[in-house]
C-alpha cells in the first residue's frame, strides 16, 4: 500500500473520534491545514485505488434497523464470483474467506425485518447459494482502528 504522509494522517487520525458536526470533512481539513476540498479528494482517491471502501459509522447491531451475520456454502472456483455478487447489495459492506464448509461471510444491514429478508432472498437468487443467518447470542466490542 503506496501512501502519503497526508493519505495517512487524514485515515489513521479520523478512524476515532469524527466530527459530530455541520461540516466534518472541514472540521478535519482544519486539523490537517488543508482544505475541505482536497480532504474529500482525498477521500475519493483512496476508495477509487481500492483503499478505502466507506467512510462511516458502525453501529451495534439492531439498534438502527436489522443485522444479521450470514455464512454461505460455496465452490472454491465459485467464490470470487459470489463474493462480489453479496458485496454488491448496499446493505452490505465486506465479506471474507473462512476455512470452513460455509466459507464465505458477511454481516447484512437493512433499515427492518422484512429489508433483511429481502437482501437475502436477492443473494440467494443472483448467487444460487442458500444463506445461513447465525444471529447474535452476545455482543462484544472489537476495535476496528487499524492505523496504517
Known amino acids: 500500500m503506496d501512501l502519503t504522509t497526508l ?9 476515532k473520534g469524527f466530527p459530530l458536526v455541520a ?9 490537517l491545514g488543508i482544505s475541505e476540498e482536497r ?14 471502501s466507506r467512510v462511516g459509522a458502525i453501529v451495534a447491531p439492531n439498534t438502527l434497523g436489522a443485522s444479521s451475520l450470514v455464512a454461505m456454502r460455496v465452490a472454491r ?10 458485496s454488491s447489495e448496499p446493505g452490505v459492506n465486506h465479506n ?13 444491514t437493512a433499515p427492518d ?20 443467518r447465525l444471529p447474535l447470542q452476545k455482543a462484544y466490542h472489537i476495535d476496528l482502528g487499524f492505523a496504517l
Open 7 to 15: 493519505e495517512k494522517d487524514l485515515v489513521n487520525g479520523w478512524q
Open 23 to 31: 461540516r466534518p470533512y472541514a472540521r478535519i481539513a482544519d486539523a
Open 39 to 52: 480532504v474529500l479528494e482525498i477521500l475519493a482517491g483512496l476508495e477509487a485505488r481500492g483503499i478505502l
Open 77 to 86: 472456483d465459485q467464490l470470487d464470483e459470489v463474493a462480489a455478487i453479496v
Open 96 to 108: 471474507y474467506e473462512r476455512e470452513d464448509n460455509f466459507n464465505l461471510w458477511f454481516v447484512v
Open 113 to 132: 425485518a422484512d429489508g433483511l429478508d429481502a437482501t437475502l432472498a436477492r443473494i440467494e437468487a443472483r448467487t444460487g447459494h442458500a444463506t445461513l
